[in-house]
Protein backbone atom coordinates (compact mmCIF):
# COMPACT_ATOMS: atom_id res chain seq x y z
CA UNK A 1 0.00 0.00 0.00
CA UNK A 2 2.54 2.64 -1.12
CA UNK A 3 0.50 5.52 -1.36
CA UNK A 4 -1.69 5.13 1.72
CA UNK A 5 -0.14 7.38 3.88
CA UNK A 6 0.18 10.02 1.62
CA UNK A 7 -3.44 9.51 0.14
CA UNK A 8 -4.42 9.87 3.76
CA UNK A 9 -3.97 13.81 3.89
CA UNK A 10 -6.59 14.21 1.53
CA UNK A 11 -9.70 12.49 2.77
CA UNK A 12 -10.98 9.36 3.78
CA UNK A 13 -9.37 6.62 2.36
CA UNK A 14 -10.22 2.70 2.16
CA UNK A 15 -8.18 0.25 0.68
CA UNK A 16 -9.20 -2.39 -1.39
CA UNK A 17 -12.37 -1.42 -1.16
CA UNK A 18 -14.99 -4.03 -3.34
CA UNK A 19 -17.17 -1.28 -5.92
CA UNK A 20 -19.86 -3.47 -5.56
CA UNK A 21 -20.39 -1.65 -2.07
CA UNK A 22 -20.35 1.16 -4.39
CA UNK A 23 -22.66 0.42 -7.16
CA UNK A 24 -26.31 -0.11 -7.78
CA UNK A 25 -25.93 -3.11 -9.98
CA UNK A 26 -23.79 -4.56 -6.77
CA UNK A 27 -21.15 -6.19 -9.17
CA UNK A 28 -17.37 -5.02 -9.34
CA UNK A 29 -14.13 -5.58 -8.15
CA UNK A 30 -11.86 -4.11 -5.20
CA UNK A 31 -10.48 -0.46 -6.02
CA UNK A 32 -6.96 -0.87 -4.68
CA UNK A 33 -7.88 2.72 -3.05
CA UNK A 34 -10.92 4.60 -2.74
CA UNK A 35 -10.76 8.21 -1.12
CA UNK A 36 -13.63 10.93 -0.06
CA UNK A 37 -12.49 13.94 -0.33
CA UNK A 38 -13.43 16.41 2.39
CA UNK A 39 -13.20 19.57 0.94
CA UNK A 40 -12.11 21.13 -2.61
CA UNK A 41 -8.38 21.97 -1.22
CA UNK A 42 -8.12 18.16 -0.46
CA UNK A 43 -9.66 17.39 -4.13
CA UNK A 44 -7.28 19.77 -5.90
CA UNK A 45 -4.59 17.93 -4.21
CA UNK A 46 -5.30 14.81 -4.57
CA UNK A 47 -5.66 15.19 -7.96
CA UNK A 48 -2.06 17.06 -8.13
CA UNK A 49 -0.45 13.59 -6.40
CA UNK A 50 -2.16 11.52 -8.97
CA UNK A 51 -1.21 13.36 -11.56
CA UNK A 52 2.86 13.41 -10.11
CA UNK A 53 2.48 9.61 -9.43
CA UNK A 54 1.00 8.88 -12.83
CA UNK A 55 -1.89 6.51 -11.15
CA UNK A 56 -5.53 6.07 -13.06
CA UNK A 57 -8.31 7.84 -11.34
CA UNK A 58 -12.35 7.58 -11.67
CA UNK A 59 -14.71 9.86 -10.29
CA UNK A 60 -17.72 8.49 -9.34
CA UNK A 61 -21.02 9.66 -7.46
CA UNK A 62 -23.66 6.54 -6.02
CA UNK A 63 -22.62 4.52 -9.02
CA UNK A 64 -26.06 3.69 -10.47
CA UNK A 65 -25.22 4.32 -13.45
CA UNK A 66 -21.87 1.90 -14.01
CA UNK A 67 -21.02 -1.48 -14.57
CA UNK A 68 -17.80 -1.79 -12.67
CA UNK A 69 -15.83 -4.92 -14.13
CA UNK A 70 -15.60 -7.86 -12.00
CA UNK A 71 -11.19 -7.31 -12.21
CA UNK A 72 -9.52 -5.38 -9.47
CA UNK A 73 -8.81 -1.57 -10.02
CA UNK A 74 -5.65 -0.15 -10.01
CA UNK A 75 -6.33 3.42 -9.29
CA UNK A 76 -7.87 5.69 -7.18
CA UNK A 77 -11.57 6.12 -7.08
CA UNK A 78 -12.88 9.25 -5.98
CA UNK A 79 -16.21 9.35 -4.12
CA UNK A 80 -17.54 12.79 -3.45
CA UNK A 81 -20.90 11.38 -1.92
CA UNK A 82 -19.54 11.59 1.87
CA UNK A 83 -18.22 15.32 1.73
CA UNK A 84 -19.92 17.32 -1.32
CA UNK A 85 -23.12 17.42 0.03
CA UNK A 86 -24.11 21.34 0.84
CA UNK A 87 -27.09 22.89 -0.86
CA UNK A 88 -28.11 26.90 -0.70
CA UNK A 89 -31.34 28.51 -1.82
CA UNK A 90 -31.58 31.53 -3.14
CA UNK A 91 -34.69 33.02 -4.48
CA UNK A 92 -35.14 30.44 -8.02
CA UNK A 93 -31.95 29.22 -7.72
CA UNK A 94 -30.21 26.51 -5.94
CA UNK A 95 -26.49 26.03 -5.71
CA UNK A 96 -25.44 22.71 -4.40
CA UNK A 97 -22.35 20.57 -4.39
CA UNK A 98 -22.10 17.70 -6.73
CA UNK A 99 -21.55 15.21 -4.21
CA UNK A 100 -25.37 15.68 -2.66
CA UNK A 101 -28.59 13.12 -3.92
CA UNK A 102 -30.62 14.64 -6.63
CA UNK A 103 -33.16 13.17 -4.83
CA UNK A 104 -32.91 15.19 -1.60
CA UNK A 105 -32.35 18.00 -3.41
CA UNK A 106 -36.15 17.42 -5.48
CA UNK A 107 -37.83 17.36 -1.92
CA UNK A 108 -35.87 20.19 -0.72
CA UNK A 109 -37.11 22.39 -3.47
CA UNK A 110 -40.92 20.90 -3.69
CA UNK A 111 -40.87 21.84 -0.02
CA UNK A 112 -39.96 25.57 -0.83
CA UNK A 113 -42.57 25.91 -3.57
CA UNK A 114 -39.41 25.16 -5.72
CA UNK A 115 -40.63 23.54 -9.27
CA UNK A 116 -38.71 21.47 -11.99
CA UNK A 117 -36.47 19.22 -10.35
CA UNK A 118 -39.65 17.15 -9.79
CA UNK A 119 -38.82 14.67 -13.01
CA UNK A 120 -35.25 13.53 -10.74
CA UNK A 121 -36.89 12.98 -7.73
CA UNK A 122 -36.78 8.55 -8.69
CA UNK A 123 -33.32 8.88 -10.21
CA UNK A 124 -31.01 7.54 -7.46
CA UNK A 125 -27.53 9.10 -8.83
CA UNK A 126 -25.60 12.20 -7.50
CA UNK A 127 -25.76 15.75 -8.22
CA UNK A 128 -22.80 15.64 -10.30
CA UNK A 129 -23.57 12.21 -11.73
CA UNK A 130 -26.80 13.82 -13.32
CA UNK A 131 -25.22 16.78 -14.51
CA UNK A 132 -22.19 14.01 -16.02
CA UNK A 133 -25.26 12.52 -18.23
CA UNK A 134 -27.67 14.95 -18.62
CA UNK A 135 -30.07 12.50 -16.55
CA UNK A 136 -33.68 12.36 -17.24
CA UNK A 137 -37.43 11.54 -17.39
CA UNK A 138 -40.81 12.38 -18.13
CA UNK A 139 -39.89 14.49 -20.78
CA UNK A 140 -37.51 16.41 -18.91
CA UNK A 141 -33.55 16.71 -18.59
CA UNK A 142 -30.94 18.06 -16.11
CA UNK A 143 -30.23 20.77 -19.00
CA UNK A 144 -33.39 21.94 -18.96
CA UNK A 145 -33.20 23.53 -15.08
CA UNK A 146 -29.40 24.01 -15.30
CA UNK A 147 -28.24 27.68 -15.31
CA UNK A 148 -24.42 26.90 -14.16
CA UNK A 149 -21.90 24.61 -13.60
CA UNK A 150 -18.63 25.24 -11.15
CA UNK A 151 -16.33 26.03 -13.06
CA UNK A 152 -19.00 28.07 -13.82
CA UNK A 153 -19.45 26.99 -16.97
CA UNK A 154 -22.82 28.23 -18.58
CA UNK A 155 -25.64 25.61 -19.25
CA UNK A 156 -25.32 26.17 -23.17
CA UNK A 157 -21.70 25.37 -23.35
CA UNK A 158 -22.16 22.30 -21.66
CA UNK A 159 -22.96 20.64 -25.14
CA UNK A 160 -26.14 18.91 -23.57
CA UNK A 161 -27.88 16.27 -25.84
CA UNK A 162 -29.93 12.98 -24.92
CA UNK A 163 -27.95 11.55 -21.88
CA UNK A 164 -24.65 13.17 -22.86
CA UNK A 165 -22.87 15.95 -22.18
CA UNK A 166 -19.40 18.00 -22.78
CA UNK A 167 -18.35 16.12 -19.84
CA UNK A 168 -18.69 12.57 -21.10
CA UNK A 169 -15.64 14.21 -23.68
CA UNK A 170 -13.85 14.97 -20.38
CA UNK A 171 -13.62 12.69 -18.35
CA UNK A 172 -10.42 14.02 -16.67
CA UNK A 173 -13.41 17.50 -15.63
CA UNK A 174 -14.81 17.34 -12.21
CA UNK A 175 -18.46 18.58 -11.29
CA UNK A 176 -17.47 20.05 -8.35
CA UNK A 177 -21.00 22.47 -7.51
CA UNK A 178 -24.10 23.71 -9.97
CA UNK A 179 -26.82 25.93 -9.61
CA UNK A 180 -30.76 25.27 -11.13
CA UNK A 181 -33.17 27.89 -12.18
CA UNK A 182 -36.31 26.85 -10.55
CA UNK A 183 -39.55 28.44 -10.93
CA UNK A 184 -42.18 29.05 -8.06
CA UNK A 185 -45.60 26.81 -7.52
CA UNK A 186 -47.44 25.62 -5.06
CA UNK A 187 -45.66 22.83 -2.96
CA UNK A 188 -48.85 20.22 -2.96
CA UNK A 189 -48.96 21.08 -6.95
CA UNK A 190 -44.98 20.11 -6.83
CA UNK A 191 -45.47 16.97 -4.10
CA UNK A 192 -48.73 15.59 -5.88
CA UNK A 193 -46.57 15.31 -9.40
CA UNK A 194 -43.76 13.34 -7.56
CA UNK A 195 -45.82 10.95 -6.01
CA UNK A 196 -47.53 10.34 -9.21
CA UNK A 197 -44.62 9.70 -11.10
CA UNK A 198 -43.48 7.62 -7.71
CA UNK A 199 -46.25 5.13 -8.36
CA UNK A 200 -45.38 5.29 -11.76
CA UNK A 201 -41.71 3.93 -11.25
CA UNK A 202 -42.81 1.71 -8.48
CA UNK A 203 -45.51 0.01 -10.59
CA UNK A 204 -43.04 0.05 -13.59
CA UNK A 205 -39.75 -0.70 -12.73
CA UNK A 206 -37.88 -3.39 -10.55
CA UNK A 207 -36.88 -1.57 -7.46
CA UNK A 208 -37.05 -4.27 -5.61
CA UNK A 209 -33.69 -5.86 -7.29
CA UNK A 210 -30.38 -4.45 -7.75
CA UNK A 211 -29.54 -2.42 -11.57
CA UNK A 212 -28.20 0.63 -13.21
CA UNK A 213 -31.81 1.69 -14.30
CA UNK A 214 -32.08 1.42 -18.18
CA UNK A 215 -29.15 -0.24 -19.73
CA UNK A 216 -29.95 1.07 -23.30
CA UNK A 217 -30.85 4.90 -24.69
CA UNK A 218 -33.92 4.96 -26.71
CA UNK A 219 -33.79 4.63 -30.23
CA UNK A 220 -35.64 7.08 -32.48
CA UNK A 221 -38.57 5.51 -33.08
CA UNK A 222 -39.01 2.95 -30.25
CA UNK A 223 -38.18 2.76 -26.82
CA UNK A 224 -35.41 0.13 -25.70
CA UNK A 225 -37.70 -2.40 -24.10
CA UNK A 226 -39.95 -2.54 -27.45
CA UNK A 227 -37.72 -3.70 -29.40
CA UNK A 228 -36.21 -6.20 -26.14
CA UNK A 229 -39.62 -7.25 -25.75
CA UNK A 230 -40.69 -7.86 -29.09
CA UNK A 231 -37.03 -9.96 -29.71
CA UNK A 232 -38.16 -12.58 -26.69
CA UNK A 233 -35.61 -11.34 -24.12
CA UNK A 234 -37.90 -10.27 -21.12
CA UNK A 235 -36.93 -12.82 -18.36
CA UNK A 236 -33.80 -13.81 -20.16
CA UNK A 237 -31.39 -14.96 -17.69
CA UNK A 238 -27.42 -15.54 -18.18
CA UNK A 239 -26.44 -16.74 -14.24
CA UNK A 240 -27.24 -14.27 -12.25
CA UNK A 241 -27.82 -11.48 -14.58
CA UNK A 242 -31.54 -10.96 -15.68
CA UNK A 243 -33.75 -8.71 -17.94
CA UNK A 244 -36.39 -7.85 -15.72
CA UNK A 245 -39.65 -8.82 -16.50
CA UNK A 246 -41.48 -5.85 -14.92
CA UNK A 247 -39.13 -3.69 -17.50
CA UNK A 248 -37.55 -5.10 -20.35
CA UNK A 249 -34.74 -2.37 -20.43
CA UNK A 250 -33.54 -3.14 -16.95
CA UNK A 251 -31.23 -6.25 -16.63
CA UNK A 252 -31.15 -7.13 -12.86
CA UNK A 253 -28.92 -8.73 -10.56
CA UNK A 254 -31.12 -11.40 -9.80
CA UNK A 255 -28.84 -14.14 -7.80
CA UNK A 256 -24.74 -13.11 -7.29
CA UNK A 257 -24.38 -11.84 -11.00
CA UNK A 258 -20.91 -11.51 -11.73
CA UNK A 259 -20.26 -8.27 -13.96
CA UNK A 260 -19.20 -10.48 -16.99
CA UNK A 261 -22.91 -12.04 -16.61
CA UNK A 262 -24.46 -8.79 -17.32
CA UNK A 263 -21.80 -7.86 -20.39
CA UNK A 264 -23.09 -11.35 -21.92
CA UNK A 265 -26.40 -10.50 -21.62
CA UNK A 266 -25.72 -6.92 -23.02
CA UNK A 267 -24.15 -8.27 -25.89
CA UNK A 268 -26.59 -11.25 -26.57
CA UNK A 269 -29.85 -8.56 -26.51
CA UNK A 270 -27.51 -5.83 -29.10
CA UNK A 271 -27.25 -9.04 -31.21
CA UNK A 272 -30.31 -10.36 -31.29
CA UNK A 273 -32.09 -6.87 -31.25
CA UNK A 274 -29.75 -6.14 -34.40
CA UNK A 275 -30.44 -9.31 -36.09
CA UNK A 276 -34.17 -8.68 -35.74
CA UNK A 277 -34.96 -5.21 -36.47
CA UNK A 278 -31.47 -4.15 -37.54
CA UNK A 279 -30.98 -1.67 -34.79
CA UNK A 280 -28.05 -1.14 -32.95
CA UNK A 281 -29.29 -0.17 -29.42
CA UNK A 282 -26.53 2.15 -27.48
CA UNK A 283 -25.73 1.75 -23.97
CA UNK A 284 -27.18 4.28 -21.47
CA UNK A 285 -25.07 2.15 -18.83
CA UNK A 286 -21.61 3.06 -18.69
CA UNK A 287 -18.96 -0.13 -18.69
CA UNK A 288 -16.47 1.19 -16.36
CA UNK A 289 -12.25 -0.72 -15.89
CA UNK A 290 -13.02 -3.36 -18.67
CA UNK A 291 -10.33 -4.58 -21.14
CA UNK A 292 -12.76 -4.30 -23.44
CA UNK A 293 -15.74 -2.08 -23.48
CA UNK A 294 -19.19 -2.71 -24.74
C1 LIG B 1 -33.51 2.29 -10.33
C2 LIG B 1 -32.81 3.29 -11.22
C3 LIG B 1 -33.55 4.22 -11.93
C4 LIG B 1 -32.90 5.15 -12.78
N1 LIG B 1 -33.66 6.04 -13.47
C5 LIG B 1 -33.05 6.96 -14.27
C6 LIG B 1 -33.83 7.90 -15.01
O1 LIG B 1 -35.05 7.95 -14.93
N2 LIG B 1 -33.17 8.78 -15.81
C7 LIG B 1 -31.81 8.77 -15.92
O2 LIG B 1 -31.26 9.63 -16.65
N3 LIG B 1 -31.05 7.89 -15.24
C8 LIG B 1 -31.63 6.98 -14.43
N4 LIG B 1 -30.87 6.07 -13.73
C9 LIG B 1 -29.39 6.05 -13.92
C10 LIG B 1 -28.59 6.88 -12.89
O3 LIG B 1 -29.27 7.01 -11.66
C11 LIG B 1 -28.27 8.28 -13.43
O4 LIG B 1 -27.53 8.18 -14.62
C12 LIG B 1 -27.48 9.13 -12.42
O5 LIG B 1 -27.43 10.44 -12.92
C13 LIG B 1 -26.03 8.65 -12.20
O6 LIG B 1 -25.49 9.36 -11.10
P1 LIG B 1 -24.39 8.71 -10.15
O7 LIG B 1 -24.00 9.73 -9.14
O8 LIG B 1 -24.83 7.41 -9.63
O9 LIG B 1 -23.19 8.53 -11.20
P2 LIG B 1 -22.18 7.28 -11.31
O10 LIG B 1 -22.93 6.07 -11.79
O11 LIG B 1 -21.40 7.16 -10.05
O12 LIG B 1 -21.23 7.80 -12.48
C14 LIG B 1 -21.75 7.91 -13.80
C15 LIG B 1 -20.76 8.77 -14.62
O13 LIG B 1 -20.77 10.11 -14.11
C16 LIG B 1 -19.44 10.53 -13.83
N5 LIG B 1 -19.49 11.43 -12.66
C17 LIG B 1 -20.11 11.23 -11.47
N6 LIG B 1 -19.94 12.29 -10.65
C18 LIG B 1 -19.18 13.19 -11.35
C19 LIG B 1 -18.65 14.48 -11.05
N7 LIG B 1 -18.84 15.08 -9.87
N8 LIG B 1 -17.90 15.08 -12.01
C20 LIG B 1 -17.67 14.51 -13.22
N9 LIG B 1 -18.15 13.29 -13.55
C21 LIG B 1 -18.89 12.64 -12.63
C22 LIG B 1 -18.68 9.23 -13.50
O14 LIG B 1 -17.28 9.36 -13.71
C23 LIG B 1 -19.30 8.28 -14.50
O15 LIG B 1 -18.65 8.40 -15.74
C24 LIG B 1 -31.48 5.14 -12.89
C25 LIG B 1 -30.73 4.20 -12.14
C26 LIG B 1 -31.38 3.30 -11.31
C27 LIG B 1 -30.54 2.31 -10.53
Redesign the pocket.
Known amino acids: MEYLNELEQFGDVLVNEPLLQHT ?1 LKVGGKAKYFVYPKNEVHLMSLLNFIKENELDY ?9 LASDDDYDGVVIC ?1 DRYFDEVVFEKNYVSAY ?2 GS ?1 IYLAYEAMKRGLSGLEFAS ?5 I ?3 V ?2 N ?3 YKCEIKDILDAVWVWMKADECEFAY ?1 TSI ?1 KKH ?1 D ?4 AVRFHLTEKDPQEIKDIMDSRRARRMAS ?1 P ?1 DKP ?4 VFKNPDDHPAWHYIEESGLRGKRINGAMVSCKHANFIVNEDHAKAQDILDLIELIQCTVKEKFGIELKTEV ?1 CFNWKKNS
Do not use: D, V
Open positions: TKIIGKGSNLLAGIGIPGTGGAYMAGARFPWIILQLSAGSE
